[in-house]
């Protein structure tokens, strides 16, 4: 089975589940096209013998044939409907095989979007057959672009759960100082400075809390060495995590927006309990109000700082008990689902 990913910049928990579908099929062959990371998370791929990653920046927009190369795919993922030339290698095989479009845009109906999804349905059905998203919050658009729910697929991201699970294994929630951990972009957006300003204003009533961020961006500088209680440690590979993470005891996203947010799901694998903003689409799946963590409203710091306040009001053994449940929810998605997917599309297609 030969399987050709089209894709915008590659993220690791990505390329984790391309690797996945490879190991769990001796005979598959992948071919990667995927245009440059982030400057701000440089993510860096292991090499695998039947894994060839190429530049999109080495194909003009007409170069089909030349993108498609020697292959004769299986199988064609998109991610979205950006890019000229993805879209025409889908319309060279969408009548033959299965052509998916990945989406993670939310449905938020606004006028721009019910117009789009009337005028883009036609147009968006000539490069695909089928559309992946990450979850809920993106399955209403899948629908009012004229998929039939069984052309959508769901479980897009996946976070690397076994890695993410035995990290999760060393943690020890009695120890002391309680560590709140963020990993994303030091951008405003990601809530950055109302996360920095709640809990500065909660560090008096828990002392015994330290706020670790992680990530790369315009805020590390600013906040770098600036608080007594708040490390701020940029960006670091997946592999620099590992003994960093299992010594937090709680992890918080306080984005404005974000389609998925698969750093939830990797939190949750590793048994934390979670604080995250209801634009999140991971919220959906993986934090119950209450039972693995708490919401709250983006852009807003009042509601913030009151999840953050009964987060860390919570025993040892209530945090136990929180990311015990975490780490429950974490298996709704894997890797290895992932791949069955699409496995299965490919033996089950038909026009």
Known sequence: MTYLFLCLPLAGYFHNCIRQ??????????????????????????????????????FSNDSVDAAIGDTSPDFVYLAGWSDSLYRKIGRRFRNRIPVVMGMDNQWKGTAKQQLMSRL???????FCNHILIPG???????????????????GMYSADCERYWKIGEKRNFNSTPKKLLFI????????????????????????????????????????RGSFGRIDVLGFLQPAEMADLISGCHAFC??????????????????????????????VSA?????????????????????????LMSLTDAGLTEFGQRSRLLSGQITPEAWAANARSLCSSFSV
């Open 184 to 223: 994303g972009d030091m951008w405003r957006d990601k809530g950055v400075v109302e996360l920095v300003d709640s809990f500065n204003e909660l560090v008096e009533t828990f002392p015994n809390w330290r706020l670790v961020m992680v990530g790369g961006g315009p805020l590390v500088e600013t906040y």
């Open 21 to 58: 579908l490879v190991e769990a099929d001796p005979l598959a062959k992948v071919r990667i096209i995927t245009h440059p990371g982030k400057n701000n998370a440089p993510f860096r791929f292991a090499e695998h013998p039947r894994i060839s990653i190429l530049n999109r920046a080495q």
């Open 253 to 282: 996203l306080p984005s404005y927006h974000d389609a998925w947010a698969v750093v939830i799901h990797e939190a949750c694998c590793m048994g934390l309990p979670v604080v995250a903003t209801d634009v999140c689409g991971a």
């Open 286 to 310: 993986f934090v119950h109000e209450g039972y693995n963590g708490f919401r709250c409203a983006a852009k807003n710091k009042e509601s913030l700082q009151a999840a953050l306040h009964k």
């Open 136 to 154: 809920l919050y993106q399955y209403e658009y899948a629908r009012r672009l004229g998929f039939h729910r069984n052309r959508i697929l769901t």
């Open 120 to 126: 883009f349905r036609p147009w968006v059905h000539s």
